[in-house]
């Protein structure tokens, strides 16, 4: 080996152990890339090395070709190492300071009101079942409202709501039942259909509200039985309360079915017990049952009304009150709360 | 109704648990409202015996009394009462007690004498209105007992619902023939003990009826030397316990009939009567007639009279007249049970708010063949608690006697509409135990008869009510029906509801509240707008004046709902409302016409308040952000024009929304003076948007995909300034009509306003980027730079800008 050749050599594993020696100096990226100039840049310490190549012999070349390349490989990969160090470090510190807790730019939330949701719900399992969609008016006429369904002026049934007029012969819709009437006149049987909406009173106090919303259902056909109707009720019922709800059907009176009846279910409350944490349960007043809604068996002379033969068809109709509902469902107390529009209320029904 | 217990178990021997009997009836359709104790607020007060009763030393008018209460020491109480005296029994309230009006009795020290409770009077038990004096109890009481208990009061009265078709179960007959069918029990009726004593009634009145219809029967009975005075013990109780005031003997042996049997009755004073005749007729339009109440009525050929050979006596059914009342010197007396058509009696009785314990059974119907008993009993009792005699016989008048009903009854069908299967005896035996009676020799159709009291068994179908609801409609198996459709009617356009309720799911997703308002505001609400007069729907008998006609616009709603909110410390309001207007139409069936619409209202914070939002008020821009949103995105229609409109009854601006030329709804800032009156003091942002139409445009459109682009597009940007009047539409569509066949699509990307213009030629500064775009190949740059050239060239020539 000539000396030449010799010196050459040493002079590059002197440069490889002064790199090492570095270790720690560069405490950032940027001193790190200083570092990787002076050693390996076109001007740094290994290219300065490298003008003493040329005045090797040729034999000595590939042996000192050879190693200033190992020698570069392992200066480039010392450098790497630290600069992945000082990366992780680097994120480290950075992960340290993200914070996820900060509040998330979420869009604005709005929300329908429960009247509208439970009457979606109503609905969907109506729907479900095979019903149809009808709507009618809210002003609707005396024949619509009241005469058509089997009550005539001077009828007691007509105090069992107090009515509120626009002239003699036209009031705001007292019951969705009207849509009855206004489907079976624009179809013949068979007959399935709901008809939600708004339905006025003349009343107001604490448990009664001028306007509120109920569902009307109808179903017309050969062959139907209050055992249907009592079967499509218990569906609803436990759809909308739950499977263990219970149902319960109570001989009533409306003009426009006969049989009626009312339905109560067990008390949402309670439980049916009629107590809750050892108090008479507030709200089925202990009974253990709560009314939510009327049906029955479609009148004949609703049907004679409306030109459907009552010898050939029978049918099952039932009225419910959405607040009524909405209140036993969300626990709601008051129910001119549903009116009075409070965002703080209204932002509670997603 | 109030149904007392032990009034009831004179006629049915019920002796079970009260709750069970309750219950049972509640499922018999007589729905139990509660069960209450009628005399539960003097249950305290005692039976005390006066021991000693001395003068009070300091007060001449006081009694220094030592009273026995049954306790192990007599108490001292100084009495005021001028009867008081030793050895009476008397009521006593102890100390501690709450008097019926929420007194509560204390300690007491009387011109230096301590007194330990107190005698209570009949009035101050809410017996009487006797002020005499103390109530000197029956000295067989026993010392000690709870007054209730010595007086053997009622303490169980039932509070049920009738539903009207019930008429029958008005009295407690009622409930006791439903008591003893319910349990298998007898009924009994009281025995008729009456004696009369000569004479004949027909002879002493005439009874004349003008239209069978209006009064199918009328029965008088005629009693001679009564004393009208207070009623005994036993009937006042027993009508105190079902909540009535006792009045006089005669009186309340009419209620207490009426209560018991169901039939009203009404006592007039013979000698009032003139010309010995009563003449059943119609009210002549206008005529005034002055009831017992004193108060003068001005009637209608539609009221029914009851009139004697002059004059009016009594308002039919209703009230009596105060000119033929009795008063405490009558001693004869004309005894009234009548029939009158229902839908008469609840038309007076509604018209004139008269609603009366007579009239509620007369409307609903009386049992025209209890008639004669519920008036004899009635006599027998008058004669008992008077002293008085009852002439002999009856004056009677019956033009249209009860006609007994007979129903066919198919027990097949019967079956088939209530979902069960019994077999034909179950239904006959409940036909039988309410009175009926059954002809079954043709198996397939009885013939079934009602009884005279059960007015609500008109039809088969009412049969069928009975079987359901005495086996129990609970019983009753449940099924699901199949619901059979028809072929063409079950393919459907989109239902109201389902286009509705895509609007509503669309305004909860935007971020907004969903309202509901009461569809009646008042005339000031509208006013307040500027609404027009014109048009609105009145309610004619409206709960109150704030709530007195139909919304004509949806927008009164919208703005209480902000004053609500704003009263309630809610300063960020963002909420929507599905709902109808109502305007007045002749031609419609219901002389209105109905109007969906969405009404949008945005005031304050544009965004959440908190961090990261960025800070600003909801502005023009947000408004017009969400119709543009709900019309282009939710409902995918063309995007809409946006027209300034000037003089618009509440909005200032107010922009008009159009998708060619059908007005889908306007927007705008609420002017600041109505604002105001809502308690706002930011801009209030409504939009007011026409669903029908929106509706129908749709329906009619269909979504048609478009293949997506395969060439690359150009982009070329410019700003053009322009006068602050010239509208951004106007630029854009002069872009748009230069005629470029490349031109895909127009974005205004940035607005500048330079400060510290000169007044009158402002200007602002309008970035557009233009994106262009070739279908079928590559553009190549020079080709997009002479299109823009050209469109720029279009605007210079078109609009008074510069680049």
Redesign the interface.
């Known amino acids: 080996m000539s000396n030449e050749l010799k010196s050459f050599l040493e002079g590059l594993d002197s440069l490889a152990h002064d790199c090492e020696s570095r270790k720690g100096q560069a405490c950032s990226l940027n001193e790190l890339d200083e570092l990787r100039i002076e050693f390996l840049g076109r001007k740094g310490k290994l290219a300065q090395s490298m003008g003493a190549l040329g005045k090797l012999d040729n034999t000595d070349k590939p042996a000192a070709g050879k190693k200033a390349n190992e020698i570069k490989q392992s200066i480039t990969a010392l450098i790497d190492s630290w600069q992945a160090e000082l990366n992780a470090a680097e994120s480290g510190k950075a992960m340290s300071q993200f914070d996820p807790t ?2 998330g ?9 429960p ?2 949701l439970v009457m ?1 719900e109503v ?1 969907d399992v109506l729907t479900g ?5 009808a ?1 009618g ?5 005396d024949w619509h409202n009241f005469e058509a369904l089997n009550i005539p ?5 007509r ?2 709501q107090d009515t ?4 003699e012969k ?1 009031v ?1 819709r007292t019951h969705t039942s009207g849509m009855q009437i206004r489907s079976m006149l624009k ?1 013949e049987p ?1 007959l ?1 259909v709901i008809a ?1 909406g ?1 339905v ?1 009173r ?1 009343d ?1 106090d604490l448990t009664h ?3 509120f919303h109920q569902i009307e259902g109808l ?1 017309v ?1 050969k ?6 109707l ?3 009720l ?2 609803f019922v436990r759809q909308v309360f739950g499977p263990k709800t219970e ?7 409306f003009p426009f079915t ?5 339905v109560d279910i067990s008390c949402v409350m309670c439980g049916g017990k009629g107590t809750s944490d050892g108090k008479t349960c507030r709200i089925c007043k202990g009974t253990g049952w709560v009314e939510i809604l009327g049906c029955g ?1 479609v ?2 002379n609703v049907f004679k009304s409306v030109g459907y033969d009552p010898e050939v068809y ?1 049918g099952f109709a039932f009225g419910l009150g959405i607040e009524r509902i909405a209140m036993l469902k969300y626990g709601i107390g008051d129910l001119r709360m ?7 209320f ?2 509670q029904f ?1 | 109704m109030l149904v007392s217990l032990n009034w009831l178990r004179e006629f049915v021997p019920y002796e079970g648990d009260i709750q069970v009997l309750g219950d049972k009836l509640t499922m018999l359709g007589l729905e139990l409202e509660g069960i209450e104790d009628p005399f539960e607020n003097v249950q305290d007060i005692v039976v005390g015996h006066v021991v000693e009763c001395e003068s009070h030393p300091e007060a001449e008018k006081l009694s220094v009394c030592t009273v026995d209460v049954g306790d192990a020491e007599t108490v001292t109480i100084v009495c005021g009462a001028p009867n008081v005296a030793k050895g009476q029994n008397v009521p006593v309230a102890k100390v501690g007690t709450v008097m019926p009006e929420g007194m509560k009795i204390k300690k007491a020290k009387l011109r230096g004498i301590k007194s330990f409770g107190m005698i209570c009077s009949e009035s101050e038990l809410g017996f009487s209105d006797d002020h005499d004096g103390i109530w000197v109890l029956d000295p067989a009481f026993k010392v000690g007992d709870k007054l209730v208990d010595a007086l053997n009061l009622e303490r169980t009265v039932f509070d049920f619902d009738i539903t009207p078709n019930r008429a029958d179960c008005l009295s407690i007959l009622g409930f006791a023939r439903e008591t003893a069918l319910a349990f298998d029990l007898p009924l009994t009726m009281p025995k008729l003990n009456l004696i009369e004593s000569g004479g004949n009634a027909a002879d002493d009145l005439k009874i004349l009826i003008d239209d069978p219809e209006l009064c199918p029967l009328y029965n008088g009975r005629i009693l001679r030397g009564v004393e009208t005075k207070k009623a005994p013990d036993w009937m006042r109780f027993k009508l105190m316990a079902l909540g009535q005031r006792p009045i006089s003997n005669i009186v309340d042996c009419t209620n207490y009939i009426m209560f018991e049997l169901g039939q009203p009755l009404h006592a007039f004073d013979l000698d009032l009567i003139e010309d010995a005749t009563i003449r059943v007729a119609p009210a002549t339009d206008g005529m005034k007639f002055t009831t017992l109440d004193a108060v003068e009525r001005t009637l209608t050929a539609n009221d029914l009279l009851i009139w004697d050979g002059k004059k009016p006596v009594a308002l039919a059914g209703v009230m009596g007249g105060i000119n033929s009342e009795m008063h405490a010197g009558s001693t004869n007396v004309l005894l009234e049970a009548a029939v009158f058509r229902p839908g008469t009696i609840r038309k007076t009785a509604r018209r004139l708010s008269l609603p009366s314990d007579a009239s509620y059974r007369f409307e609903r119907g009386v049992d025209q063949v209890m008639n004669r008993f519920a008036m004899d009993r009635a006599a027998q009792l008058m004669a008992e608690t008077s002293g008085g005699t009852v002439v002999s016989g009856v004056s009677s008048n019956e033009p249209k006697p009860w006609q007994d009903r007979a129903h066919g009854y198919r027990h097949d069908r019967c079956m088939s509409l209530l979902g069960l299967d019994l077999e034909p005896d179950f239904a006959k035996k409940v036909f039988e135990g309410e009175g009926c009676t059954v002809d079954d020799s043709d198996p397939a159709n009885w013939t079934v008869s009602s009884p005279s009291y059960r007015l609500d068994l008109e039809r088969e179908v009412d049969l069928y009510e009975e079987v359901g609801r005495v086996f129990g409609l609970d019983q009753i198996p449940a099924v699901l029906p199949k619901v059979s459709k028809s072929l063409n009617t079950s393919v459907a356009a989109e239902t109201q509801y389902g286009f509705i309720k895509g609007i509503k799911a669309w305004g909860a997703g935007a971020g907004l509240n969903e309202a509901i308002n009461y569809s009646f505001v008042g005339d000031d609400d509208l006013d307040r707008l500027n609404l027009p007069a014109e048009g609105r729907v009145h309610i004619a008998n409206p709960l109150s004046a704030d709530q007195n006609v139909l919304r004509t616009d949806i927008a009164p709603g919208l703005l209480n709902t902000l004053k609500n909110n704003l009263a309630q410390g809610n300063n960020h309001v963002r909420i929507f409302e599905v709902a109808n207007k109502f305007i007045a139409d002749a031609e419609s069936e219901t002389e209105t016409s109905e109007h969906s619409r969405l009404g949008i209202l945005l005031f304050g914070p544009r965004h959440a308040t908190e961090w990261p939002w960025a800070a600003g008020e909801a502005d023009f821009l947000d408004i017009k952000g969400h119709v543009e949103h709900l019309v282009e995105n939710q409902l995918k229609l063309a995007a809409p024009d946006f027209a300034l409109t000037e003089d618009h009854a509440y909005l200032e601006p107010c922009v008009e929304v159009k998708i060619g030329d059908d007005i889908i709804g306007i927007m705008g800032k609420v002017k600041e003076d109505i604002a105001d009156f809502y308690h706002a003091k930011k801009d209030v942002w409504l939009a007011d948007l026409d669903l029908d139409v929106l509706r129908a445009m749709t329906t009619a459109h269909a979504i048609k995909f478009a293949p997506l682009p395969i060439f690359p597009p150009s982009r070329r940007d410019v700003t053009v300034i322009g006068p602050a009047t010239l509208q951004a539409q106007a630029i854009r569509d002069a872009i748009q009509n230069a005629g470029i066949k490349i031109l895909e699509s127009v974005e205004l990307v940035a607005e500048f306003v330079p400060e510290n213009q000169e007044e009158g030629k402002e200007e602002r500064n309008l970035s557009f980027r233009l994106t262009y775009r070739h279908a079928t190949k590559t553009l190549k740059d020079k080709q997009v730079d002479k299109e823009h050239k050209k469109v720029l060239a279009a605007l210079e020539q078109n609009l008074p800008i510069r680049f």
Not at chain 1, 107 to 113: N, R
Not at chain 1, 258 to 262: K, V
Not at chain 1, 338 to 344: C, I, K, L, Q, S
């Open positions: 900060m509040p730019r979420k869009p604005w939330a709005g929300s329908l009101h009247v509208t979606d609905c079942l095979g019903f149809e969609h709507a008016p809210e002003v609707e006429n002026p001077e009828h007691p049934a105090d069992m509120l007029y626009v002239s036209i705001l179809q068979p399935a939600p708004k006025y003349r107001s509200t001028p306007m179903l056909d062959n139907v039985s209050m055992g249907d009592r079967g499509t218990t569906v149902v319960r059907f109570r001989p009533s009176f006969e049989p009626s009846a009312e068996m009148d004949p029978t549903f009116f009075e529009n409070d965002v703080r209204l932002e997603a």
